[in-house]
């Protein structure tokens, strides 16, 4: 009986070590983009932009003399 827990235990730690990396990697990456998003959403405007929905600029819909 101590030769089947002894062999399974690698195994065991193995994918119980697994699951654990891929938890703080999915926790470190949602901090991160909401980090990000955050910073994102409370800088200023460059001049002359505005946003609108989606994120966009305005300058894309103005013509191209315009633009400048």
């Given at each position: 009986?101590?030769?089947?827990?002894?062999?399974?235990?690698?195994?065991?730690?193995?994918?119980?070590?697994?699951?654990?990396v891929?938890?703080?990697?999915?926790?470190?990456?949602?901090?991160?983009?909401?980090?990000?998003?955050?910073?994102?959403?409370?800088?200023p405007?460059?001049?002359?932009?505005?946003?609108?929905?989606?994120?966009?600029?305005?300058?894309?819909?103005?013509?191209?003399?315009?633009?400048?």
């Amino acid at each position: 009986m101590y030769d089947v827990f002894a062999s399974a235990l690698p195994e065991f730690l193995g994918s119980l070590s697994a699951g654990l990396v891929i938890a703080v990697a999915t926790w470190t990456a949602r901090k991160l983009r909401a980090r990000r998003t955050q910073r994102i959403e409370s800088a200023p405007p460059a001049a002359g932009h505005t946003a609108l929905e989606g994120g966009q600029s305005d300058v894309a819909s103005r013509p191209y003399g315009e633009a400048r």
